[in-house]
T-cell receptor, first 113, second 116 residues
Framework: DQQVKQNSPSLSVQEGRISILNCDYT??????FLWYKKYPAEGPTFLIS?????DKNEDGRFTVFLNKSAKHLSLHIVPSQPGDSAVYFC????????????FGSGTRLLVRP | DSGVTQTPKHLITATGQRVTLRCSPR?????VYWYQQSLDQGLQFLIQ???????AKGNILERFSAQQFPDLHSELNLSSLELGDSALYFC???????????????FGPGTRLTVL
């Protein structure tokens, strides 16, 4: 039973345009959501997070939106750069999951020059 | 560089064997987490230790065990290895045991295990 789903395994965008990565979750008890970025041969690195009391969090070119009623979050990268090409993982946690991080399967982003 | 180190980087072994993966958390982090990433899958939480004690357990097989030592480094022991155990194994560390707005997990570079 996948509680966190990233339905798009890959995404390709032109440099300078917006990248939108999506994530859906099923557990309404999740109250903290994160995005991690992973380059080949490296461990995931934390990118941005959002608490369930917010619907938007922004950090430079990265913005995460949370729609609790739809159990959906998205990561917007504007403008996209070739260095953003990586695998992006969505993760969620909450008291219900003993605060373990539950990861989605990842979306591979390719930013074309 | 996250400050979390994992050894070895690569490990190739045969079915039925036993291996030990090692993780050193960031300086000051008391919590260590182990994750498994199989091909094209997300990271699956295995187990968490906080200051030497088991804190949370995920989908960890009985053939797998872990411990955290007084110096806070951790080891993941995998025994009676099967082909399906081939995966990337990541260790992460954090200051406090709970995943929250105040707690970020920092990941090591992983150990790639290949079981032949």
């Amino acid at each position: 039973d996948q509680q966190v789903k990233q339905n798009s395994p890959s995404l390709s965008v032109q440099e300078g345009r917006i990248s939108i990565l999506n994530c859906d979750y099923t557990n309404s008890m999740f109250d903290y959501f994160l995005w991690y970025k992973k380059y080949p041969a490296e461990g995931p690195t934390f990118l941005i997070s959002i608490s369930s009391i917010k619907d938007k969090n922004e950090d430079g070119r990265f913005t995460v939106f949370l729609n609790k009623s739809a159990k959906h979050l998205s990561l917007h990268i504007v403008p996209s750069q070739p260095g953003d090409s990586a695998v992006y993982f969505c993760a969620a946690s909450g008291m219900d999951s003993s605060y373990k991080l539950i990861f989605g399967s990842g979306t591979r982003l390719l930013v074309r020059p | 560089d996250s400050g979390v180190t994992q050894t070895p980087k690569h490990l190739i072994t045969a079915t039925g064997q036993r291996v030990t993966l090692r993780c050193s958390p960031r300086s000051g982090d008391l919590s260590v987490y182990w994750y498994q990433q199989s091909l094209d899958q997300g990271l699956q939480f295995l187990i968490q230790y906080y200051n030497g004690e088991e804190r949370a357990k995920g989908n960890i097989l009985e053939r797998f065990s872990a411990q955290q030592f007084p110096d806070l480094h951790s080891e993941l022991n995998l025994s009676s290895l099967e082909l399906g155990d081939s995966a990337l194994y990541f260790c992460a560390s954090s200051v406090v045991p709970e995943a929250s707005s105040y707690n970020e997990q920092f990941f090591g570079p992983g150990t790639r295990l290949t079981v032949l």
